[in-house]
């Protein structure tokens, strides 16, 4: 099994900034990849930034796409999403996932085997 704990959310004015991380643990980890997804009240659950484990390379949604970093730490097992220039309507539940098999476009949930449980991303205007 693998565990993953996202942590960083809370409530920041718009144009702020906030980083997000989410930490890994359990069996030997050693996902293929690792995706940022969000789900805002009442809409369906929406990718934001994956990054290859091993080779770091990234892909961002459009709505995030120069206002969004995400990295990894190997040695610590752990994913961050920095979110700089918020507006409100990133406001959401960030979930971080794991897959542990080549992704077709990485941009899709099923594509993710292990997911987190979330962190509240709230952005006043």
């Known amino acids: 099994q693998v565990q993953l704990v996202e942590s960083g959310g809370g409530l920041v004015q718009a144009g702020g900034s906030l980083r997000l991380s989410c930490a890994a643990s359990?069996?030997?980890?050693?996902?293929?990849?690792m995706g940022w997804f969000r789900q805002a009240p009442g809409k369906e659950r929406e990718f934001v930034a994956t990054i290859n484990w091993n080779t770091g390379h990234t892909y961002y949604t459009d709505s995030v796409k120069g206002r969004g970093t995400i990295s990894r730490d190997n040695a610590k097992n752990t994913v961050y999403l920095q979110l700089n220039s918020l507006k409100p309507e990133d406001t959401a539940v960030y979930y971080c996932?794991?897959?542990?098999?080549?992704?077709?476009?990485?941009?899709?949930?099923?594509?993710?085997?292990?997911w987190g449980q979330g962190t509240q991303v709230t952005v006043s205007s």
């Open positions: 359990g069996r030997t980890f050693s996902s293929y990849a």
């Open positions: 996932a794991a897959a542990f098999k080549p992704l077709r476009r990485g941009r899709d949930t099923w594509e993710y085997d292990y």
